[in-house]
Structures are given as C-alpha cells and as structure tokens.
C-alpha cells in the first residue's frame, strides 16, 4: 500500500546548527506535502507546504526540498533553536475517492541541545 | 491557537461506556476531518465532512464509531462500547474550501483513556 514515513524516530541537534528531517513516500499522485511540527499536548502544527510542481520553498528558517525522483521529502530548519522541539510530521494530499486526505508519517522527534 | 477548540481535552472512562467528543472548527471552513492518534504515531485519518456531508469514513472507523455535522458547523464524534484499544488522542482538523487552500488547521486534541 501507499505509505509516508520517515528514516528517523530521533534527532539530536545542537542549538545554533541546522536540523534535517527526511521523509519518503511511496507511489503516490499526491501534489502536494505538508510538514507539521507537534508539541507535547498540543495538535499538529502546519510549518510550510510544497506542491509537487516545486522542487523547494522557503519559509521563515524552514526550507522543504522534494524530489520526486527518488520520492523523498525533507525539512531543514536553520540556526535551530530550543524552541524547535517536537516532533515532526510530513504529510501528503492526495485526491482520492472524491476527497482530499491526508496521510501522515510516523515522526520524528527533534531534540534540541543546549 | 489555531482557532479550532474540542472538548473535552482529556476523558477517562470505563470500558463499555460511551463518549462524545465536540469540535468546533474554524468558522468559514467548510471541511472538517476527525483524526486518531496514538503515541509515536502520525495521526491517522478517520473521517471526513464537506459541509455537513460526511462524504469518507476510514475502514478504522468501526460500527461503534459514529460522527456527525448536523448542521455543517461544530461536529461530534461519538464511541459507543468503549474498548481499551480506543485509547488514543482524538484530533479535529478544518480546512477552507478547496480554492482557497489545502492547509488544515488543527485542534489541540481530546485524549481519551478507557480503563
């Protein structure tokens, strides 16, 4: 079946450095991806999207690359700050039985060091 | 605060019981999804309403499950039965109409325990 999940359950990065979340999908027509970020008890938050039509898109301190080719998706978050905690979702629209729905990967947990 | 609330936050109840949850969405979104969340894991798609047709149910959406929308604006969902696999965080999402965007909103979640 179609899936979205991501390579790693964990990630420890310095605060000052850049993070790098990674996510790979598997034969969709989605055209379009959403990266979310998730605090303890809180629902997720929407960070920045892609169209499958980019191949990147900036945001404030995020960047989102696609690559179709090899069907992956990351997140880099710059100069990454305590605040950055949390995991980490990607998603995918996808229309499918005349709706749009989204599937989630499992996450993964950024853990900022000071 | 996205401007999505559900209520309640956190409910414990007694396996065999039934629950409401409530979600109020953003109030010009005229799409609303019910999701399932379970610890280290994505949140999983329940449901979805356009307006206040619920036009897809996920397959995990059990004959105990039930929700509604009855007038396209809040929306309930409802476990009948409770079993301790329906622990879990019940998340509420609304989107705009498709023109305007595919971005969903998220509420914060009600957790559920069933013991």
């Known amino acids: 079946g179609e899936s979205v999940g991501l390579h790693l359950p964990t990630l420890s990065v310095q605060e000052g450095d850049n993070s790098i979340i990674n996510c790979a999908y598997s034969?969709?027509?989605?055209?379009?991806f959403i990266w979310y970020k998730q605090e303890s008890g809180k629902g997720p938050q929407f960070i920045i999207d892609?169209?499958?039509?980019?191949d990147k898109r900036q945001g404030q301190r995020v960047t989102v690359l696609l690559n179709k080719t090899v069907k992956h998706l990351s997140l880099q978050i710059a100069a990454t700050q305590p605040g950055d905690s949390a995991v980490y979702f990607c998603?995918?629209?996808?229309?499918?039985?005349?709706?749009?729905?989204?599937?989630f990967g499992t996450g993964t947990r950024l853990k900022v060091l000071a | 605060d996205t401007g999505v609330s559900q209520n309640p936050r956190h409910k414990i109840t007694k396996r065999g019981q039934n629950v409401t949850f409530r979600c109020d969405p953003i109030?010009?979104?005229?799409?609303l999804y019910w999701y399932r969340q379970t610890l280290g894991q994505g949140p999983e798609f329940l449901t979805y309403?356009?307006?206040?047709?619920?036009?897809?149910k996920s397959r995990l959406l059990s004959d105990r499950f039930s929700a509604e929308r009855p007038k396209g604006s809040f929306s309930t969902l409802e476990i009948q039965r409770t079993e301790q696999g329906d622990s879990a965080m019940y998340l509420c999402?609304?989107?705009?109409?498709?023109?305007?965007?595919?971005?969903?909103?998220f509420g914060p979640g009600t957790r559920l325990t069933v013991t």
């Open positions: 999402a609304s989107s705009p109409p498709v023109f305007q965007g595919y971005e969903q909103y």
């Open positions: 998603a995918e629209n996808k229309w499918t039985s005349g709706t749009y729905k989204y599937i």
């Open positions: 034969n969709s027509a989605s055209d379009y």
């Open positions: 892609i169209r499958s039509n980019m």
């Open positions: 309403f356009q307006n206040e047709a619920q036009l897809e």
């Open positions: 109030s010009e979104h005229n799409r």
